[in-house]
DNA sequence: CGTTCAACCTGGGCGC
DNA sequence: TGCGCCCAGGTTGAAC
């Protein structure tokens, strides 16, 4: 679930823990299986109570909670990647059994104490626990690109310019640009009006440049309205309240409906094991001829 | 290089 | 009610 806009959301959400210190953090054994931490949560819970929060980051679809260095430890930072059902909550979260994460902050100045939950749902989150070194490695240019929300028509022709993929299928590889999902593919791909089965060594410059643009506009759009809340519970904000991005959703879900520039009925196509949503008038492949308007031969071109 | 498939998980919705 | 199947915002690795 989480693509950028919705993690940009949870790391404004959580931005309060800066300066805090971890007075506690517990990892709760719930029902269901435990998700992926790296190393042991002992071993993390040892390396990180008593120390200050530095920061909350975003890096692509990441949040990065900075541990200052201290007590002879040097500066550590907790990834965590919500994935599908990932989310914060400094509230009640959705069900006790699926909270994964519980950071206890201390009482500090005239802040009082405080709790913090990553839930996670179907558990395919992860939280790790690394140093700088392990950060570059983690979130490093190796992993992923330039953000999506500053992207640029020159960052995507470099990274993507010369790939034979189809272009929806290329937007969603993290290291050409950082923070791209299946929902905000589908949105941007209809704004700029390409047809997300378009290889991508065929787009023009023209169309580079509009990609690079509603890539920006509609992230950004969608990070004003604190995402999408599509359905259940799975994403809200870290105060329980849903995104608005979904209502301005033209193609994503509205398989059979109409398009809301033309009428046209929306499709939905299967391209690298995920859905994929378009409208087949608005989004046309770059070289393809327009519908033909007449059989008869070209004036000129023949005898 | 690119595509396809399976895996990792839980839960909701639908047809029978 | 229950069962089987398909679907879901992401990522990774193996096989072809």
Not at 21 to 42: K, Q, S, T
Not at 91 to 100: I, N
Not at 109 to 136: H, K, M, Y
Not at 183 to 201: K, Q, T, V
């Amino acid at each position: 679930m989480p693509e950028l806009p919705e993690v940009e959301t949870m790391r404004r959400g959580i931005g309060f823990l800066a300066g805090r210190r971890i007075a506690a953090a517990e990892f709760p054994r719930g029902p269901v299986r435990p998700i992926l931490v790296e190393p042991r949560p002992a071993t993390v819970v040892r390396q990180i109570v008593g120390r200050t929060i530095g920061g909350v980051e975003r890096r692509g679809k990441r949040i990065l909670i900075g541990v200052a260095a201290g007590a002879g430890r040097p500066r550590q930072w907790l990834v965590i990647e919500p994935r599908m059902t990932g989310r914060f909550a400094t509230t009640t979260p959705p069900t006790a059994g699926h909270v994964r994460l519980v950071l206890r902050l201390a009482v500090h100045a005239d802040l009082p104490a405080a709790v913090v939950c990553f839930w996670d749902l179907r558990g395919l989150g992860t939280i790790r626990l690394v140093d700088d070194q392990g950060l570059e490695r983690l979130c490093g240019p190796d992993r992923l690109g330039p953000d999506g929300l500053t992207v640029t028509a020159a960052d995507l022709v470099t990274g993507l310019g010369d790939s034979r993929r189809a272009v929806k299928v290329a937007l969603l590889d993290q290291r050409a640009v950082a923070g791209i999902g299946n929902i905000y593919a589908a949105e941007i791909l209809h704004r700029a009006g390409i047809d997300p089965r378009s290889p991508c060594w065929r787009l023009g410059a023209e169309a580079w440049e509009r990609l690079a643009r509603e890539t920006r506009r509609v992230l950004a759009e969608a990070v004003r309205c604190e995402g999408s809340s599509i359905g259940d519970e799975t994403y809200k904000t870290a105060d329980d309240r849903p995104g608005r991005f979904q209502r301005r959703h033209r193609v994503y879900g509205r398989a059979g409906q109409a398009c809301v520039g033309c009428g046209t009925s929306v499709v939905r196509i299967v391209q690298a094991q995920r859905s994929t949503f378009f409208c087949p008038q608005c989004q046309r492949r770059p070289g393809a001829r327009p519908a033909r308007r007449s059989k008869l031969p070209r004036a000129g071109r023949m005898a």
